[in-house]
């Protein structure tokens, strides 16, 4: 919803961080883009630099529409938007090490394809579609999660969620006391 974008204060937007609601509803696609996108990419490129994360996806930023950013290489010119984002195919498996901005503590080794396509709207509305594998690719499916209202501890089991349930509680504290 474009309305969400036009109403918030770039300036004053943060991310989020777990149990926060809005980091579980599913995400709205966007209609239109144009330059307020844009500013919002922008802050979200500086967040997630600042935060030294390699993705950052818009409802992490209490912003419900489809979109997100990542550096897969992490370079300030290594820029990449992702509008409406689709994921049409997935083939192998990898697994490795993830973390999120919005779990700030939790670390989680999470089984993803190897290989996606997906297609989007670039920052100027144009649509492309893109193959990448390993590193890109779970950055790709980790924040189209985001999207979808799912986060890592929720693509792990019960035991890993267990052995991050000191952080999980005090992140849970910390939202309850703001
Ligand atoms: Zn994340």
Known sequence: MYAKIEQANLDALRVIHYPDPRLGEISTPLER???RVRALLNRMFEL???????GLAAPQVGINVRLFVASPTF????RQV?????ILSVEGKQEGEEGCLSVPGVNCRITRGNVVTVRALDAYGEPFEVTAEEMPARIYQHETDHLDGRLLIDRVGTVARFAHR???KQLEAEFAAS
Not at 75 to 78: A, G, H, I, L, T
């Open 166 to 168: 000191r952080t999980l």
């Open 82 to 86: 992702f509008i409406n984002p689709e």
């Open 33 to 35: 883009v144009d330059d």
């Open 48 to 54: 997630m630099f600042t935060g030294r994360g390699v």
């Open 75 to 78: 370079e300030e010119d290594d």
